[in-house]
């Protein structure tokens, strides 16, 4: 008898509302602070920058479950529900008892998960009225995904791509630009932000904090404009639950539940986005699961960065956020998988590795493109380098069951193909790439000026 290999929902399955962890933590994170006062941010605070429903949803610490509005539901019937599949090949290269699933979140239009955030960002903007958006974005995985969702509802957008990214990865900016948006490489001269940055440093390569500054700068200077966001805040982890509460359901017609549950981090949405629906089975009724947060040995915020308040960008504009951090000024290496160049982690994640319910696990580059291309290889899908981080750490895992023994049911995000991402698997594949680490001195000299907050 064949054995299935994929999992689908049909639309009438489709989950109909997103998780909010925030209301079933026991220990709830610490709140947002305004930089200026270091006094705890509201609903309003936020919407001048936010949308207003997206600002609620930040700080909604009541409703367990929030209802995706009809049109947004609509939207996401383009692509979803995404597969749930077992990957066999890839078991038996490794010679492994361990079950290995994966949520393939690479087949909707743009790529990557980022479009499950994008659609009702955009949706919440229209319904206010707003007219513009702006965003900032590294590899560009959520900016061609910001791009394609204000198309749907006839916004106009405005992305500010990390230079670097934008230079290794070109074609992303084309997705952009075939969906009407403005992209401009980070750090610019078209932002007070990116020229005091540029002037401090002329060859400044960009980084996802830079490009956060100049997307907020427009967004609060430009008349009916609102600034969005692909990781790290609470509301943009919400709308990612889509991905794990699907693969939960899909588990269940597989008929088994992940021992670990292994994704990918830059800021945190992918990450949670399938985490958090499992992880509240450990918070309301103490389910056995571990959580592993796969992240750039050359950016290791959680497993050597400092629990501490800090901005999300590197001018300062952001709110001060409760995260684990490697210091907002933090310039990370030049490595390809661009989407995890963040110097900080999502409030939501730091609180719960914080309270020992999860774990970050560092990942050097080398690695992460080895394992890209066993999978490759095995499952014939091209992930993107992102992903890469989460492929290896999963593989440690199931050779660690090679070694035990043990049977253990591994679920893993590939958050995005990377068919845009060809010069960094060229490079890889002409031996050009290489590790990167950091020492102590770099990691403590670059958290010497974050902003000192008592808690």
Not at 15 to 41: F, G, R, S, V
Not at 107 to 114: A, D, E, F, R, Y
Not at 357 to 373: H, K, N, T, V, W
């Amino acid at each position: 008898m064949s054995k299935q290999k994929r999992f689908y929902l049909s639309e009438k399955e489709l989950p109909t509302q997103w998780y909010n962890i925030q209301a079933d933590l026991k220990t709830k994170p610490l709140p947002l602070l305004n930089p200026q006062t270091k006094e705890p941010m509201g609903v309003e605070d936020l919407a001048h920058i936010f949308s207003l429903e997206c600002s609620k949803q930040e700080l909604d610490f009541t409703n367990s479950w929030i209802d995706i509005p009809e049109e947004v539901l609509d939207k996401y019937k383009f692509y979803r529900s995404t597969p749930l599949v077992r990957a066999y090949a890839l078991e038996k290269a490794l010679d492994t008892p361990a079950h290995i699933y994966f949520k393939n979140e690479s087949v909707n239009p743009l790529g990557s998960h980022k479009v499950n955030s994008a659609i009702p960002q955009c949706y919440y903007c229209k319904q206010e009225g707003t007219t513009n958006v702006t965003t900032e974005t590294g590899a560009g995985q959520w900016g061609a995904a910001l791009s394609y969702a204000a198309s749907l509802f006839g916004l106009s957008a405005a992305v500010y791509q990390v230079k670097v990214s934008m230079q290794q990865k070109p074609y992303r900016s084309s997705i952009m630009r075939t969906f009407g948006a403005e992209v401009t490489g980070s750090p610019s001269m078209s932002t007070r932000a990116g020229k005091d940055i540029i002037t401090r440093d002329p060859r400044h390569p960009g980084t996802l904090g830079t490009a956060i500054s100049e997307a907020i700068e427009l967004a609060t200077t430009t008349p009916n404009c609102k600034y969005t966001l692909g990781s790290v805040l609470n509301h943009v982890t919400l709308h990612q639950t889509i991905i794990g509460l699907e693969a939960e359901k899909q588990m269940e017609m597989a008929g088994e539940y992940p021992d670990k549950i292994i994704a990918c981090f830059g800021g945190g949405s992918n990450f949670g986005g399938l985490a958090f629906p499992f992880m509240r089975h450990t918070l309301l009724s103490g389910k056995k699961t571990e959580f592993i947060a796969a992240e750039p040995e050359s950016c290791p915020k959680l497993t050597r960065g400092k629990f501490e308040y800090d901005f999300g960008d590197e001018a300062g504009y952001t709110p001060l956020l409760p995260m684990y951090t490697l210091g907002h000024d933090f310039k990370p290496a030049n490595i390809h998988a661009g989407g995890l160049r963040y110097h900080g982690a999502g409030t939501l994640v730091s609180q719960l590795i914080k309270d020992g319910l999860m774990r970050g696990e560092d990942i050097p580059q080398l690695e992460s493109f080895d394992a890209s291309m066993l999978f490759a290889r095995t499952e014939g899908i091209i992930p993107a380098p992102e992903s890469g981080h989460a492929i290896a750490a999963t593989i440690r895992e199931a050779i660690k069951c090679k070694e035990s023994g043990e049977a253990k049911v591994l679920l893993f995000n590939l958050s995005g193909h990377g068919l845009i991402d060809m010069t960094a698997y060229e490079s890889y594949l002409n031996g050009d790439l290489q590790n990167y680490s950091i020492s102590d001195e770099e990691i403590s000299n670059s958290l010497k000026d974050i902003p000192k907050v008592e808690f």
